[in-house]
């Protein structure tokens, strides 16, 4: 998993943005387009916003790839109070809360308030997406049509992922499992996540992973 993070210093504030988190979602153009200027260079004017306004822009980027110190003693990022997984139609898993990435031996690789997991099999940059689903022309309606909805009681506690080798993401801690429109289905505590996108039960993993070969590249 490699970063890239550049920094757009502002009076009291710096936009950190990071490359190879950014999949072009585009939440920050649409949302503040004076601030946040493709066209522009740089690209990132944070003086042309106040801070709570990038505040409330930057926490929209669904991949983390954006972020905001503040000096000016106003509020600074809190992660969402419930952790959630949305089911990206075509797209990745977009993870929001208090988010740990784990490796198989426990080690620490990010924390995060919002990150976007590939489904897809094909990034570059595994365990996080960078947007190679629209390349594979991958597709899932993310719907979770196939699943049985059931309430649940999540608590904000932190929320554990861990790219198992070469296989799914496993899922340890309360969390609630989104379809692509944001409406609830089921707890993600203790699932695994396909991440080869090759499972024929998606999001879940059924196994598809070993018959495909996948390989994550560590």
């Not at 489904?119 to 960078?130: M, Y």
């Amino acid at each position: 998993m490699d970063t890239k993070i550049l920094r757009y210093e502002g009076k009291n504030v710096v936009v950190s943005y990071d490359v190879n988190r950014c999949i072009h979602a585009a939440e920050c153009v649409r949302r503040s387009p004076q601030v946040f200027d493709p066209k522009s260079k740089p690209w990132i004017s944070p003086n042309n916003a106040d801070a709570d306004e990038l505040l409330a822009t930057i926490g929209h980027c669904p991949t983390g790839a954006l972020h905001l110190d503040r000096q000016d003693g106003g509020a600074a990022e809190s992660a969402d109070a419930v952790n959630s997984i949305t089911v990206a139609a075509d797209g990745p898993l977009y993870l929001r809360g208090r988010i740990k990435v784990l490796d198989g031996s426990g080690t620490l690789i990010l924390e995060d308030t919002r990150v976007a997991l590939c489904r897809c099999g094909e990034s570059k940059n595994k365990p996080l997406c960078d947007g190679s689903h629209e390349r594979a022309k991958f597709e899932d309606a993310g719907d979770l049509s196939t699943i049985e909805r059931e309430d649940v009681a999540a608590e904000a506690t932190d929320l554990e992922v861990v790219p198992a080798t070469n296989g799914p993401f496993l899922v340890r801690g309360s969390c609630v499992i989104q379809d692509a429109f944001g409406d609830p289905a089921c707890s993600a505590d203790g699932k695994a996540l396909c991440r080869c996108g090759h499972s024929n039960n998606k999001p879940f993993c059924d196994g598809s992973h070993k018959r495909v070969g996948f390989q994550d590249g560590n």
